[in-house]
């Protein structure tokens, strides 16, 4: 599966997604005008890629720093997918990197490594 590198834009977030490293990273603002065609692509991907894991040891990265309700939606498919790779018995382990003084998303943080179960949720604060 070829690796996939989009760059930030002022309404959406770099998506860094190395298949072949099993190591995956969103990070910036997202808020895109239009979430179906900015994350359709890549979730069908990412949804392909979880599908034929065995075995693995996967790293997924967030660093958002604003998302909007349309965004929210993508992550929390996300999350679904990397739980269930993680229940089928992949090591998945979730980073959730956020300012530390920024309340809103350590909360949203929070809330989204509170579904998590199977997979490894990490909140990594930075200044």
Known sequence: ??????????RSPELDLNFKMN????????????????????LKTLESYFEELEGQTVNFGFE??????????????????LEEAAEEGNTVNVEWVYVSDDDNMEELGEEFGEDLEAANFIMKPVE
């Open 64 to 81: 958002l720093i604003y998302f909007n309700s349309s965004s929210a939606k993508v992550l929390m498919s996300l999350f679904d997918m």
């Open 23 to 42: 190591s995956f990273r969103i990070k910036g603002e997202s808020y895109p005008e239009d979430v179906t065609e900015f994350y359709g692509g890549v």
């Open 1 to 10: 599966m070829e690796n996939i590198k989009i760059e930030a834009t002022e």
